[in-house]
């Protein structure tokens, strides 16, 4: 019969490896800093197409904004920050950047609510919405919201034609979002 303290190290050392299996599941990604590579995607635009962060960065840099999606209402300030970069999407083509708006929601309702967010509105040519079903993009770039009526903490960022991230904004809150002059500044800094 093993003894008391033969007993207690197997215990110590069960529950050790017990959580060196759990722990990993419970830490959640840090969303990129400058300098980080960012993290790769394949998402499906508003219009049914494949789009990846590999393709989308191939020739030009990109401009990554994940909204807050679908949280029991659309959001207006996501939708003012999506039309005060229209507004300047001739300075984005200049700036050799494309623009994707990630909108995060559950898989059974992002088509319905995609649409119904865009309602009304058109993106210029250097612009896609995607949507992120199931919020992969949104815990791949550690920016999911677990509270109640929340999915994504909102974000910008710049990633330039390599995959590195050169400018990063994470809001904690719904406002202090990312402004296109601060974005365009950003990608000024990369020609």
Known sequence: M????MRLTCVAFALIAALSFVAPLAVAAEPPVIGDPAPGFDLRTIDGQ???LGALTTDSNLVLVV????????????AGQMAKF?????????AGAKVVFVYPASAEQIDARMADFMQGRTLPDNFLLAADP???????????????????????????????VRYAKVSQGH??????AEVLEALGKLQ
């Open 175 to 180: 406002g202090g979002r990312a402004t296109a």
């Open 50 to 52: 494949s789009i990846s």
């Open 67 to 78: 909204m807050r999606g679908w949280t029991g209402y659309q959001c207006p300030l996501s």
């Open 86 to 94: 229209a507004k300047q999407a001739t300075a984005f083509a200049k």
């Open 2 to 5: 093993p003894s008391p303290s």
């Open 134 to 164: 199931d919020f992969a993009l949104t815990t791949a770039y550690g920016l999911r919201w677990q509270a109640p009526f929340e999915t994504a903490y909102p974000a910008t960022f710049v990633i330039d034609r390599q995959s590195v």
